[in-house]
């Protein structure tokens, strides 16, 4: 049985070109992740939830035949174009359609204020009873400007791994922060260098690390990316629609850099 990616994430493809062993590391509803030995991981399935920069999408259908194919801890053997799921299931991935994920500077001031009109109307109260407070946020905001290597990193190891799931809710919060920094940019340049040295730590999950990993190369989810051209009400709700509680907590990590950044919400 020879089955056909539909598209593949730019970091997915660069994985894939090493031609290393996986194995499946988890399994879902809409689809699997595999692993190699560098803990490099690359998500398969479909995309209800968007794209990812690591990710290989697939129809449904496809779908389907991959998970009635695989177990947790499966060996997936990859060659130059397609990953052999077992001896009567390969999936072709050469040459396939390349997912858009990379975010841009935007000096647009327009869809700036669209992004964060919109994004003040949601209601994110109910983070000032927990560890991610609007005055905690407000807190590290400030450290991510400043030059201070020692209070940014006691910052960001305070975000990363904190809270529970697969993207624990710090990740995530962070992942959006980094998102509207790319647009519109506030972190001081070295304490992104602190942040990719921390996330080699293993502070938190493999699927977390993959999330930030890719959004410090400048690369979303395309339910994310789609706020930067789009910054609707509409495309909000679609990704609060992630994960549990995943969509919502990298949401209030855009309203927190949208509206501390420049002290613009009160």
């Known amino acids: 049985m020879i089955l056909h990616v539909r598209s593949i994430g730019p970091i997915a493809q660069e994985i ?55 177990a947790v801890k499966q060996p997936i053997k990859v060659t130059a174009n397609a990953m052999f799921i077992n ?16 975010v841009e500077l935007n000096s647009n001031s327009l869809l700036w204020s669209k992004l964060h009109e919109n994004i003040t109307t949601y209601d994110f109260s109910e983070y000032n009873n927990g560890d991610f407070s609007y005055l905690k946020m407000q807190s590290i905001m400030e450290t991510l400007k400043q030059e201070d290597d020692k209070a940014v990193e006691s910052s960001l190891r305070y975000l990363i791994g904190r809270g529970q799931g697969l993207t624990p809710s710090g990740d995530d919060i962070l992942t959006g922060m980094l998102f509207v920094h790319f647009i519109n940019p506030f972190i001081f340049d070295r304490n992104l260098e602190v942040l990719q040295k921390l996330i080699q730590e293993q ?13 410090l190369k400048k690369l979303f989810s395309s339910k994310i990316l789609v706020l930067q051209q789009q910054p609707t009400v509409y495309h909000m709700n679609q990704l609060l629609e992630v994960g549990s509680s995943s969509g919502k907590d990298t949401l209030y990590g855009i309203f927190i850099a949208t509206t501390l950044r420049s002290g613009a919400y009160e």
Do not use: M
Request: proline share 1%; charged share 20%.
């Open 87 to 102: 001896d009567n299931c390969q999936l072709v991935w050469r040459n396939q359609a390349i997912h858009a994920s990379s």
């Open 16 to 70: 894939l070109k090493q031609q290393q062993g996986f194995y499946v590391h988890s399994i879902f509803e809409k689809g699997f992740n595999i692993i190699n030995d560098d803990q490099k991981l690359i998500f398969i399935g479909s995309d209800e939830n968007g794209t990812f920069p690591f990710g290989v999408t697939v129809d449904h259908q496809t779908k389907k035949q991959l998970l009635e194919n695989i």
């Open 203 to 215: 502070l938190t999950t493999i699927v977390a690390t993959a999330f930030l990993d890719s959004a």
